[in-house]
């Protein structure tokens, strides 16, 4: 047991960065200054977007009490907390236990496997406990305070919030060391966990539509007064798919055998990840870092490599990278693919699977489709591809993504800012593909006017090249380069969060211009307008951006 403290006091430390924080505040106090300034801004912006989280909640929570279902209120809560703590804590898993720098060092240490993956898998729960709670405590404090609940309740909401992330992250854990063992058996690894990560996401979201299309279909008049009468009947039917969500609801309301059971279920899910991770953690773990013999065998049986140019190769490049890395891929690039694919479900189902939020986008799109002017409905279609591409991280972590081999680009016969517009090029294809996917499935699946899409699209790809330039000047200027897995590339990085509040504050100055300019213009000038300003916007970006890569190189050159 001592050994797992010590371990896991030392991945904490490796993770939350304190070890380097005591290092930079003894010996270079200005730069964390400057990094404690960034930080403050950072989460005075996701302040931001928790107190329009709050303020909502205080909105809606009386009208749920009103109406004698405020329990559903907390089931949802503590259902969305789950659902965010299982799609997240899978991508963060697998680069944590499976793709971190130090596997090999402590496989040589004579510490349990067990005890080594109960540390990762600690120091993995301890942050999507805070990441959880960020949706599950703001609900439960407004619901506490508005229907003045007593202490029991504020004590088992604490117990909630510690212990909501167990189950989901435990199955996350499972079904990665699953994929990590199967990959063993396949000469493509990372291509096997990549498609197979991407496979389960929508398997699961296929199942999560086509049981909230059962259950709207079981549901008529008389089963709504039931429900109405009985908030238990309808809090079970909202948490069917997850039954911990409504032991954890029914237990802050005073049954503390549900708690007891709540509680007893989810240490029950860490213990039994704990005991099966025993005899299939390094076999995953070092089945990914082997290399494949017979791929190098048949390279050099195709003559070795390909002559091209130095921007060709470091495009390719930026791909292979993206694609080889299980973390990266669907990190950066799951938005390419799982967006059209979702919708193409919906379309393509007859409507048994229904997907939450698509079903509301294509009656949207639909009614919008009547009524809207084609070339407002081409700004719209703009509006959404652009916002589809400020949450994407592929081209806003591009340069800490390399890590140490960062040097070696230093080193490299091609310029810093050409090397630069390579990695420009890679974001902005990423946000090509994306864009041109989802056009093709909206046309058939949205039912929108094919000329009024397609330029939605080109008006999408112009207006996208100044936010993808923007938002990699963080990360040109300050890259993450010193981090143990991939994971912390991405996850920890700063320069990701700066980069979507970026791209969603150039969204919003766009449509804040669009909307002022349609007042005193026709539409397909606004479009014209808008092309135009953003083309401008596009190329002084990208002089920034190459400046800024110049910069950086002889910054950290010294």
Same mark, same amino acid.
């Given at each position: 047991m001592s050994q797992f403290w010590r371990l896991l006091r030392l991945q904490l430390d490796q993770r939350f960065g304190l070890a380097s924080l005591r290092t930079s505040l003894r010996e270079r106090r200005a730069k964390t200054l400057g990094r404690?300034?960034?930080?403050?801004?950072?989460?005075?912006?996701?302040?931001?977007?928790?107190?329009?989280?709050?303020?909502?909640?205080?909105?809606?929570?009386?009208?749920?009490?009103?109406?004698?279902?405020?329990?559903?209120?907390?089931?949802?809560?503590?259902?969305?907390?789950?659902?965010?703590?299982?799609?997240?804590?899978?991508?963060?898993?697998?680069?944590?236990?499976?793709?971190?720098?130090?596997?090999?060092?402590?496989?040589?240490?004579?510490?349990?496997?067990?005890?080594?993956?109960?540390?990762?898998?600690?120091?993995?729960?301890?942050?999507?406990?805070?990441?959880?709670?960020?949706?599950?405590l703001p609900a439960l404090i407004v619901y506490g305070i508005q229907a003045e609940m007593g202490a029991w309740y504020w004590v088992t909401a604490a117990l909630a919030t510690l212990t909501a992330p167990c189950v989901p992250l435990a199955l996350s854990a499972l079904l990665s060391l699953v994929l990590m063992r199967l990959s063993a058996l396949w000469r493509r690894r990372d291509l096997l966990v990549t498609l197979g990560s991407l496979l389960l996401l929508t398997a699961i979201f296929a199942g999560q539509g086509f049981l909230t299309s059962t259950m709207s279909e079981d549901i008529g008049p008389a089963e709504v007064l039931l429900f109405l009468r009985d908030s238990s009947a309808l809090l079970a039917r909202v948490c069917a798919a997850y039954p911990p969500a409504q032991w954890a609801v029914e237990g802050m309301h005073g049954q503390a055998a549900m708690m007891a059971l709540f509680l007893a279920v989810s240490l029950a899910a860490v213990a039994m990840v704990f005991v099966v991770s025993g005899r299939m953690y390094y076999a995953g773990a070092q089945a990914q870092r082997e290399t494949a013999a017979a791929v190098g065998k048949a390279r050099r049986r195709r003559?070795?490599?390909?002559?091209?140019?130095?921007?060709?190769?470091?495009?390719?490049?930026?791909?292979?990278? /993206?694609?080889?890395?299980?973390?990266?891929? %669907?990190?950066?690039?799951? *938005?390419?693919? =799982?967006?059209? $694919? @979702?919708?193409?479900?919906?379309?393509?189902?007859?409507?048994?699977?229904?997907?939450?939020?698509?079903?509301?986008?294509?009656?949207?799109?639909?009614?919008?489709?009547?009524?809207?002017?084609?070339?407002?409905?081409?700004?719209?279609?703009?509006?959404?591809?652009?916002?589809?591409?400020?949450?994407?991280?592929?081209?806003?972590?591009?340069v800490s993504r390399e890590g140490p081999?960062?040097?070696?680009?230093?080193?490299?016969?091609?310029?810093? /800012?050409?090397?630069?517009?390579?990695?420009? %090029?890679?974001?902005?294809? *990423?946000?090509? =593909?994306?864009? $041109? @996917?989802?056009?093709l499935v909206s046309v058939f699946v949205l039912q929108l006017p094919a000329m009024a899409t397609l330029l939605g699209l080109a008006l999408a790809l112009v207006c996208g090249v100044a936010p993808i330039a923007l938002s990699m000047l963080p990360d040109f200027l300050r890259p993450k380069l010193a981090w143990n897995s991939e994971t912390e590339a991405i996850k920890q990085n700063m320069c990701a969060v700066l980069a979507m509040f970026i791209g969603w504050g150039y969204l919003a100055l766009l449509g804040v211009g669009c909307y002022f300019a349609l007042r005193a213009l026709e539409p397909q000038w606004v479009c014209a307008l808008a092309a135009l300003s953003c083309a401008l916007l596009g190329v002084i970006s990208l002089y920034l951006l190459c400046r800024a890569a110049r910069r950086s190189w002889r910054r950290i050159e010294g």
């Amino acid at each position: 047991m001592s050994q797992f403290w010590r371990l896991l006091r030392l991945q904490l430390d490796q993770r939350f960065g304190l070890a380097s924080l005591r290092t930079s505040l003894r010996e270079r106090r200005a730069k964390t200054l400057g990094r404690f300034l960034l930080g403050v801004l950072v989460f005075a912006a996701l302040g931001s977007m928790v107190a329009l989280y709050v303020y909502l909640l205080s909105m809606i929570t009386p009208l749920f009490l009103q109406l004698g279902i405020g329990n559903i209120l907390l089931g949802l809560a503590v259902l969305i907390s789950s659902l965010l703590t299982f799609f997240m804590g899978m991508v963060y898993l697998i680069g944590t236990l499976f793709f971190a720098r130090d596997i090999e060092f402590l496989a040589a240490l004579p510490i349990p496997q067990r005890t080594v993956f109960a540390a990762k898998f600690t120091q993995v729960l301890v942050s999507e406990i805070g990441t959880g709670a960020l949706v599950l405590l703001p609900a439960l404090i407004v619901y506490g305070i508005q229907a003045e609940m007593g202490a029991w309740y504020w004590v088992t909401a604490a117990l909630a919030t510690l212990t909501a992330p167990c189950v989901p992250l435990a199955l996350s854990a499972l079904l990665s060391l699953v994929l990590m063992r199967l990959s063993a058996l396949w000469r493509r690894r990372d291509l096997l966990v990549t498609l197979g990560s991407l496979l389960l996401l929508t398997a699961i979201f296929a199942g999560q539509g086509f049981l909230t299309s059962t259950m709207s279909e079981d549901i008529g008049p008389a089963e709504v007064l039931l429900f109405l009468r009985d908030s238990s009947a309808l809090l079970a039917r909202v948490c069917a798919a997850y039954p911990p969500a409504q032991w954890a609801v029914e237990g802050m309301h005073g049954q503390a055998a549900m708690m007891a059971l709540f509680l007893a279920v989810s240490l029950a899910a860490v213990a039994m990840v704990f005991v099966v991770s025993g005899r299939m953690y390094y076999a995953g773990a070092q089945a990914q870092r082997e290399t494949a013999a017979a791929v190098g065998k048949a390279r050099r049986r195709r003559g070795g490599p390909r002559a091209g140019g130095p921007m060709r190769a470091l495009f390719v490049r930026e791909w292979r990278t /993206a694609l080889r890395s299980p973390v990266y891929a %669907l990190n950066g690039l799951l *938005v390419v693919v =799982l967006g059209p $694919l @979702l919708l193409a479900i919906t379309r393509f189902t007859g409507g048994a699977v229904s997907i939450s939020g698509m079903d509301d986008a294509v009656n949207l799109f639909s009614l919008l489709n009547e009524s809207m002017h084609p070339f407002l409905l081409s700004l719209l279609v703009a509006a959404v591809l652009l916002f589809i591409s400020c949450i994407n991280t592929a081209g806003s972590t591009t340069v800490s993504r390399e890590g140490p081999m960062f040097f070696f680009l230093r080193t490299i016969p091609v310029s810093p /800012a050409r090397q630069a517009a390579a990695k420009f %090029l890679f974001a902005y294809s *990423v946000l090509a =593909l994306t864009s $041109l @996917l989802m056009t093709l499935v909206s046309v058939f699946v949205l039912q929108l006017p094919a000329m009024a899409t397609l330029l939605g699209l080109a008006l999408a790809l112009v207006c996208g090249v100044a936010p993808i330039a923007l938002s990699m000047l963080p990360d040109f200027l300050r890259p993450k380069l010193a981090w143990n897995s991939e994971t912390e590339a991405i996850k920890q990085n700063m320069c990701a969060v700066l980069a979507m509040f970026i791209g969603w504050g150039y969204l919003a100055l766009l449509g804040v211009g669009c909307y002022f300019a349609l007042r005193a213009l026709e539409p397909q000038w606004v479009c014209a307008l808008a092309a135009l300003s953003c083309a401008l916007l596009g190329v002084i970006s990208l002089y920034l951006l190459c400046r800024a890569a110049r910069r950086s190189w002889r910054r950290i050159e010294g």
